[in-house]
């Protein structure tokens, strides 16, 4: 499933080199599709997965099987989902395997006959033509057995995708290189579409908005962007890869481009993949571990300290601020009495750690997590297990501390 773009310069499509060997599967050139076409009321799509979590991508101007979009799908399709790729275009002198532009296309030298065919009167127009060309795609999608699907719009298919966000119960679209702002050609504002979407949005942008990459409509304070928040706050997500150009995710030179070099790309690609996982995996559409991912970072609740006049023989997990009032040894070398204090009383810790024992210098803070109470002939001592922790405060322990409240010499009539 591979193509050759046209050269056309800065932000036009660049032509595609070869892939290393052994790359992933949506960096291969050379890939062997994986999976089946087949037509929905006269729509020809390209099929692969299975189950019930449906995925639509949307392809570029190039259609339905240029550059590595296939592979993507595959690749995909191996994370756990059932993904579908329409033909959405009437191909222009026999387009890319019958949809959109041909592999040859001039792109820089023929821009006004895309324009035309976008236009509301042209062929490729998403609210007249090819909107409805994806929407018998995804009722095949649906009596298949998908429960719920997301979208992939790449370029151009990010404008499809949008006008179909207005109407289709989708669980979240996302875009590399969006090329919404083509409503704009027509004296549309790009924006208000994007107001009408009945989900949130995931975008990519490429290269330097200044510098004739994607438009900054697509960034964090750009209208098309705020137009999503205003609906969906805090739930879009948007990331620029300024060292790439527009349509490097399934045209992007791997080697080699006027962008930047091969790595750069192939590692472009790999981070807006694996961002992509991450999105649909927030929206529920994605298992993390079949997506590929890493286990999300353990998010570390900041303790809470309490005091030590509510110590008591039950006493677990205990986090306190103290202040040392002394540290004596019992046994040489092996154990320690610590009396550490607040502004609520004080209590004895019975040590084991020469390392605890050296941070309780009189009148030196200390920070103690997780300790817990034993019970030594009817006195409570406070100890450090291995599940503890005893370590120099962050800051001093302001105030006194209350040494006529010593919470250890309390005889306990034990059961």
Same mark, same amino acid.
């Given at each position: 499933a591979s193509a050759k773009s046209s050269g056309g310069g800065g932000s036009s499509y660049i032509r595609m080199a070869c892939c290393p060997a052994g790359a992933e599967p949506y960096l291969a050139s050379d890939h062997k599709d994986k999976g089946r076409k087949?037509?929905?009321?006269?729509? *020809?799509?390209?099929? &692969?997965?299975?189950?019930?979590? %449906? /995925? /639509?991508? /949307?392809?570029?101007?190039? !259609? =339905?099987?240029?550059?590595?979009?296939?592979?993507?799908?595959?690749?995909?399709?191996?994370?756990?989902?059932?993904? =579908?790729? $329409?033909?959405?275009? #009437?191909? /222009?002198?026999? !387009?890319?395997?019958? #949809?959109?532009?041909? $592999?040859?296309?001039?792109? !820089?030298?023929?821009?006004?006959? @895309?324009?035309?065919? *976008?236009? $509301?009167? %042209?062929? =490729?127009? $998403?609210?007249?033509? &090819?909107?409805?060309?994806?929407?018998? @795609?995804?009722?095949?999608?649906?009596?298949?057995?998908? &429960?719920?699907?997301?979208?992939?719009?790449?370029?151009? !298919?990010? =404008?499809?995708g949008m006008y179909l966000a207005k109407e289709a119960d989708l669980v979240g679209c996302a875009s590399p290189h969006p090329s919404i702002h083509i409503e704009g050609l027509f004296e549309r504002d790009p924006a208000e579409i994007a107001a009408e979407s009945k989900c949130p949005w995931a975008l990519f942008p490429a290269g330097v908005a200044a510098d004739g990459g994607d438009s900054d409509t697509y960034d964090a304070e750009g209208a098309l962007f705020q137009a999503l928040e205003s609906k969906f706050p805090g739930k879009n997500v948007t990331k620029r890869f300024e060292s790439v150009p527009h349509g490097f995710v399934p045209r992007g030179a791997i080697k080699e481009h006027a962008a930047g070099t091969g790595d750069e790309v192939k590692k472009a690609v790999q981070e807006c993949v694996t961002a992509l996982c991450e999105f649909f995996v927030r929206r529920g559409l994605m298992r993390r571990d079949k997506a590929g991912l890493p286990p999300p970072p353990i998010k570390l609740r900041k303790p809470k300290f309490g005091k030590v006049g509510k110590v008591n023989p039950e006493s677990r997990g205990l986090n306190l601020l103290l202040k040392v009032v002394k540290c004596e040894e019992t046994e040489a070398g092996k154990t320690w009495e610590a009396v550490l204090g607040d502004d609520t009383g004080i209590v004895t810790f019975s040590l084991k750690s020469k390392d605890h024992a050296d941070l309780c210098e009189k009148d030196s803070s200390v920070r103690v997590q997780n300790a817990r109470v034993l019970m030594i002939k009817g006195h409570i001592r406070a100890i450090i297990d291995k599940w503890a922790v005893m370590k120099k405060a962050d800051e001093p322990v302001e105030g006194e501390v209350k040494s006529d409240k010593d919470v250890s010499a309390v005889e306990y009539e034990l059961a």
């Open positions: 087949g037509q929905a009321n006269g729509v *020809s799509y390209y099929q &692969t997965g299975r189950g019930s979590v %449906g /995925l /639509l991508l /949307l392809s570029d101007i190039f !259609g =339905w099987d240029s550059g590595r979009l296939r592979a993507i799908a595959d690749a995909f399709a191996e994370k756990g989902c059932n993904v =579908w790729i $329409p033909a959405v275009m #009437d191909p /222009l002198e026999g !387009g890319t395997d019958g #949809d959109g532009l041909p $592999p040859d296309f001039n792109f !820089g030298g023929r821009f006004m006959e @895309v324009v035309a065919l *976008s236009a $509301p009167t %042209g062929n =490729w127009n $998403p609210e007249n033509v &090819t909107m409805a060309k994806a929407d018998n @795609v995804i009722k095949a999608m649906l009596a298949s057995g998908v &429960t719920k699907f997301g979208l992939i719009g790449f370029c151009y !298919g990010a =404008w499809v």
